[in-house]
């Protein structure tokens, strides 16, 4: 099991794409990147157990615990917390904190925030 702020992996970048695809995450506001395995397999929740911090030296992410994690337990990332901006992404998490609907950060960064605080967010997002 994991506990609370553990190391979960780390990323590497093994793409760059100027342009978002169902397989990227964005690090940039016009920077979009794809993930070694596993990472590139998270799923979304809008009440996510896992949260990123930017690892400059991989060009990607650490994923860090936001809770305890029990052995087989899914991991999840919320992507508006690394998303600017998402389109026609209709959730069906069953958080009862879900949003409904995947707008992204420029949308739904307050509510982001108050969720996951500064540390979990990509550090393009923090600087708009």
Request: glycine residues 8%; charged residues 25%; proline residues 2%.
């Amino acid at each position: 099991p994991f506990q609370t702020g553990d190391l979960l992996m780390s990323s590497n970048s093994i793409k760059t794409k100027t342009e978002k695809d169902s397989h990227t995450i964005q690090n940039g506001l016009n920077s979009h990147i794809v993930m070694d395995l596993p990472a590139v397999m998270i799923n979304h929740s809008c009440y996510a157990n896992v949260g990123i911090q930017d690892n400059e030296k991989t060009g990607a992410y650490d994923f860090f615990a936001l809770s305890e994690i029990t052995e087989g337990e899914e991991l999840f990332l919320d992507y508006e917390t690394t998303e600017h901006e998402i389109f026609g992404f209709a959730c069906g998490c069953g958080s009862s904190r879900c949003r409904h609907e995947l707008k992204g950060f420029k949308y739904h960064g307050e509510i982001v925030k108050a969720q996951y605080g500064e540390d979990f967010i990509a550090s393009y997002l923090k600087k708009m």
